[in-house]
């Protein structure tokens, strides 16, 4: 028989405080239980002696140091996981919100898992093909890589992971064990009911969870909500062997959150008034993306952060860029231009690409090719402040011919119809024909035998 | 009376426990009912502080604390090399065999292979006088590295008995030796020795060698000292982690040990499947066998995090000690400083600069100090290089870990981002990077290289600086306006970099370059800019000069000449000087 507390000590936000407690353990969920026969739930964040601080998830408005009854469950925040998940809506504690009934699942997961071991995990090697040109070939997506996407408000970020959600081809996965996990932090109702629509006209809502905490949610509950979300990914790509992509939107109104229950509870800040262990906290979800070397499936994870004031040294994006392996940001610059996708390739980066392209996966000019359009179009960006000072007229002959490949990677590249799914050799062979632009003596990074079987016979001009 | 405290206060990592008086500072203790591993850092009365390197999720007030009765300590011995480990030296290989695919909290205090037998040589007879730091025995760890097994730095006597040659398990004693007071001690093959302390040494003695990378902005522009220290700072994406691992593989150490502190788990696993398949050029065998890892990545627990860079160090002094050259490579640095911020915060301590905690700059020290060229107690000279990584918040330069780092470190490697998002890589700065060793090297320089190479490197360096006081005019006024030498000096400084000091990593001749073939190479760029400026000086249009199949040819010598064809360099010095000399004649 577990007991029941009646008196609290202190209604503080979002925390309660209970005194004379016995046997509770750290990070063990409570519920309390109110006069109106409402039961909320409820985290334990600190044990002091027998004072105990509860982090209560609905919010404690209602709540009074009289009208509830609080119970200890003596277990952490656990999830029941079945393949019935597949298809279902949870709010960030992983109850069902889509009125349905509730999962039947042998197990229960602890939401916090655990880390993956370092000597357990399998290299990601595998490609996966999104169908937009300036991802697949200059940044491209590893089965089993965090690869963030970067981006601003008002741009166009939620279509692009809509797309790649979309077009997504995983080799290996098929119908049957493809999932997607959508996690939803802090997102504003209709950004919640466009995903919810195109997963819904891609025909894909069978195969996707949704865990939604959305803009007028409790923000206690924001913190679990990546958790539920990567621990259904785990169950599915760990015991049920499927390949997961995992969307979290948005990593800035989770890091916010977090600010507010490390304020509430008194920590010491550290930059910008984030709590000092931002790092670690977004570590233990990043760092759940990833194979095992004993099991089929894969988790690759593509959490969608915007940067306050497009500032990409704010400390969400910079730790953030500093765990998950490279980043595609989006520029709001080439987002007033029209162009979409607006993705500004100089300062993305797929850290994990180098091992999962090239003659084995995709062609043998693929790194080569990225490359050259790398530093090409970082020449393009001297060029244009040159152009800015003396005039365009006044460049030499080659300085124009950057600013053309410039135009040409900016609108026939990068840009693309956000239906338009192109293979990886449409890609590359895009990729060369507007390469084509600069003679073959600019093209330093490329080996002369690849130089020779790839450059077009004729020259665009 | 019991020994045992009382847990009274748990906040994530940070775990007070009353009843504690008698506990020691830096005691490892475990902590509740799972005997999670943890450390005590403060008393206060009969109240300890510990920080815990595990998970406390689900631990209960009033459980119970145990002594370990010891400092946080490593099991020193034969089974570390080729192996990984997390930040507190429990073997990750075995964690997984215990428990799979995760890493759960409470798996206990384990360390190098107890069960594994070794075949070992004694070396030591009755009788004879051993010192603290001699060596009694031999295990030939792996093909390419000897271990050495010493007497422990505060220990010494007279043999007074010994077993034969053969296998024996680490714990299994092979030599007891009598010390001053008549106390017989047994030897076996492991000590434990507490991570905070530094082994002793003899003596330190001055820098004169480098430590050779085949990283051609390294070794001819910025040199590593062996037995020197340097900070290797960039923001993410700027390549920090291939250059580390570029250093774990061509630097000529005898052991590398290398922490992956607070980074990312698939750098780990690409390390332990690339590291096992790659062959060190010096010795033929497989890179994995003078290599330690610890991966502590970064959503392990924080304490531990803090812990593996004292254990990395430890484990580089163990081996330093048997008379080998050491390079540790700590990757980064900065999340280390991130996890003492932490723990500091969970403290409650007062915040210093950045909430980084008063002490920062003090441990950077200790750990940086603990790097050095020495003679070791058993005569040896031996040394242990640390290459810090730092990322930046922001990739700003001034936030304070890189600031102190600065501080107590000889060599500073920029990384760029500019340099980076062009792909120049390695994308070190060549104008604010610096090495404080060049001047301590130039003796070994000019005589295991040559005479001139630090010359033609400081002329080659000159070229670079002037290239950036010229792309200033060039900035407002455009290239055509400059006089035809000073586009040759832009013209060469492109050469310089694209031709010399971009290295690609994933090309099988231009990932490790031999000294030897550096200093061609400068050479081949110095005849280059010599011969073309003779040309300009007569009045030859720069046009014309640029248009000889040589300027392209040297641009890409680093792909064109192979590693074992380096005399084709000096045909290509050859050739730059027929080329310009005929174009010379012809304009004459």
């Known amino acids: ?461 | 009376m019991s020994n045992d405290g009382k847990v009274e206060l748990i906040n994530g990592p940070v775990v007070k426990g009353s009843g504690m008086a008698k506990f020691k500072v830096n005691e490892m203790v475990t902590v509740g009912e799972r005997q999670l591993i943890g450390e005590v850092v403060s008393l206060d009365g009969d109240i300890a502080t510990i920080q815990v390197y595990e998970e406390t999720e689900g631990l209960k007030a009033g459980e119970q604390i145990t002594s370990t009765g010891a400092p946080l300590s490593l099991s020193l011995g034969p089974g570390m090399l080729s192996n990984m480990f997390d930040g507190i030296q429990r073997p990750l290989k075995k964690i997984q065999s215990l428990s799979k695919d995760f890493i759960p909290e409470g798996i206990g205090l384990l360390s190098i292979d107890e069960e594994k037998e070794w075949e070992v040589k004694i070396t030591v007879h009755e009788g004879d006088r051993l010192e603290a730091g001699a060596f009694y025995a031999e295990i030939q760890e792996t093909q390419s590295i000897l271990h050495k097994l010493m007497v422990p730095p505060n220990l010494s006597g007279k043999v007074v008995n010994l077993k034969k040659d053969g296998k024996y398990k680490i714990n299994d004693w092979i030599v007891q030796i009598e010390d001053k007071t008549g106390k017989v001690h047994n030897l076996t093959l492991v000590q434990k020795w507490p991570v905070r302390r530094p082994r002793p040494i003899y003596k330190r003695i001055p820098i004169y060698k480098p430590l050779v990378t085949g990283q051609r902005v390294i070794d001819s522009f910025f040199p590593i000292a062996k037995g020197g220290t340097v900070g290797l700072p960039g923001g993410f994406g700027t390549g920090k982690t291939v250059t580390q691992h570029q250093l774990a593989k061509w630097s000529d150490a005898d052991i590398i040990v290398y922490i992956g502190c607070g980074e990312r788990g698939n750098e780990m696993t690409n390390v332990l499947e690339e590291f096992p398949a790659l062959i060190d050029p010096r010795t033929q065998r497989p890179l994995m066998e003078r290599t330690i890892l610890i991966a502590n990545t970064s959503n392990m627990p924080v304490a531990a995090r803090e812990a593996s860079i004292y254990t990395g160090i430890t484990m580089a002094e163990y081996f330093r000690d048997m008379g080998y050259d050491v390079a540790i490579m700590a990757d980064s640095t900065s999340r280390w400083a991130e996890a003492l911020r932490e723990i500091s915060g969970r403290l409650e301590e007062m915040p210093a600069e950045e909430g980084y905690p008063a002490y920062l700059p003090s441990r950077l020290a200790q750990f940086y100090e603990r790097a050095g060229c020495v003679e070791t107690l058993a005569g040896d000279e031996a040394s242990i290089t640390i290459i810090g990584a730092v990322s930046p918040a922001g990739g700003d330069f001034s936030e304070p870990v890189t600031e102190n780092t600065k501080r107590f470190v000889s060599a500073f490697l920029a990384l760029d981002k500019k340099l980076a998002y062009a792909r120049h890589y390695p994308s070190i700065n060549y104008l604010t990077s610096y090495s404080g060793y060049v001047t301590l090297l130039a003796d070994w320089y000019s005589e295991h290289v040559a005479p001139d190479m630090l010359e033609l490197r400081s002329k080659m360096v000159r070229l670079l600086q002037e290239e950036e006081r010229l792309n200033e005019i060039v900035q407002l006024v455009g290239e055509d306006v400059l006089p035809n030498d000073q586009v040759l000096v832009l013209e060469i400084a492109r050469t310089i970099k694209k031709g010399f000091l971009q290295q690609n990593a994933l090309h099988k001749d231009d990932t490790y370059v031999s000294l030897e073939k550096q200093y061609k190479m400068l050479h081949v760029i110095n005849d280059l800019y010599e011969n073309a400026l003779k040309c300009v000086k007569i009045g030859i249009p720069l046009s014309i000069i640029r248009k000889e199949q040589v300027f392209e040819d040297v641009v890409k010598m680093k792909y064109d000449i192979p590693n074992d064809h380096i005399e084709r360099l000096d045909a290509l010095r050859q050739r730059i000087t027929e080329v310009y000399d005929g174009l010379r004649e012809k304009y004459q």
């Open chain 1, 1 to 461: 028989m577990k007991k029941e507390y009646l008196k609290l000590d202190k209604v503080e936000g979002p925390l309660i405080v209970l005194s004379n407690i016995e046997g509770v353990a750290y990070d063990e969920m409570v519920h309390i239980k109110m006069d109106t026969g409402e039961v909320r739930k409820g985290k334990v964040i600190k044990i002091e002696g027998k004072t105990v601080v509860v982090q209560v998830f609905e919010g404690t408005a209602g709540i009074s140091t009289a009208n509830a009854s609080v119970k200890f469950t003596g277990e952490p925040l656990q999830l029941p996981l079945s393949k019935e998940i597949l298809g279902r809506t949870f709010n960030g504690i992983g109850e069902p919100v889509d009125g349905s009934f509730q999962v039947s699942a042998k197990e229960k997961y602890n939401v916090n898992g655990r880390p993956i071991n370092p000597v357990a995990r399998r290299y990601p090697r595998n490609f996966i093909q999104t169908g937009i040109s300036a991802i697949d070939c200059l940044m491209t997506l590893i089965r089993g890589q965090k690869l963030p996407i970067f981006s601003g408000n008002g741009i166009s970020h939620n279509e692009l992971a809509v797309q790649i959600v979309k077009q997504a081809k995983i080799k290996g996965a098929h119908a049957d064990n493809f999932a997607v996990v959508f996690g939803a932090m802090g997102v504003r109702h209709d950004d919640a009911a466009y995903f919810t629509r195109s997963f819904e006209a891609a025909g894909v809502l069978d195969h996707v969870v949704m865990y939604l905490n959305l803009a007028d949610d409790p923000i206690t509950e924001r913190i679990s909500t990546p958790r539920c979300a990567l621990t259904a990914a785990e169950y599915l790509a760990f015991k049920e062997n499927m390949h997961v992509l995992v969307v979290i939107t948005d990593m800035t109104s989770y890091s916010e959150a977090l600010r507010e229950m490390s304020s509430t509870r008194g920590e010491v800040p550290s930059r910008k008034g984030y709590p000092g262990y931002l790092y670690s906290d977004l570590s233990t979800i990043y760092e759940r993306a990833g194979m095992l070397e004993g099991a089929e499936g894969s988790i690759t994870l593509i959490p969608i952060l915007t940067m306050p004031n497009d500032d990409i040294t704010h400390p969400i994006p910079d730790l953030t860029g500093f765990i998950t392996e490279g980043q595609i940001v989006l520029s709001r610059e080439l987002n007033q231009k029209g162009i979409y996708p607006p993705i500004d390739v100089l300062p993305s980066l797929s850290r994990l690409m180098k091992d999962g392209i090239g003659e084995e996966y995709t062609r043998e000019d693929h790194l080569a090719l990225s490359n050259q359009i790398f530093s090409s179009y970082s020449k393009v960006q001297d060029v244009r402040s040159l152009a800015q000072i003396i005039g365009e007229d006044d460049l030499g002959d080659i300085d124009k011919l950057y600013l053309k490949f410039g135009r040409a990677f900016e609108e026939e590249f990068v840009a693309q119809g956000s239906n338009e799914n192109r293979t990886m050799v449409e890609t590359l062979d895009l990729g060369w024909k507007i390469l084509s632009i600069l003679p073959k003596s600019e093209l330093d990074r490329i080996e002369p035998e690849i130089l020779e079987k790839y450059y077009p016979k004729e020259r665009r001009c």
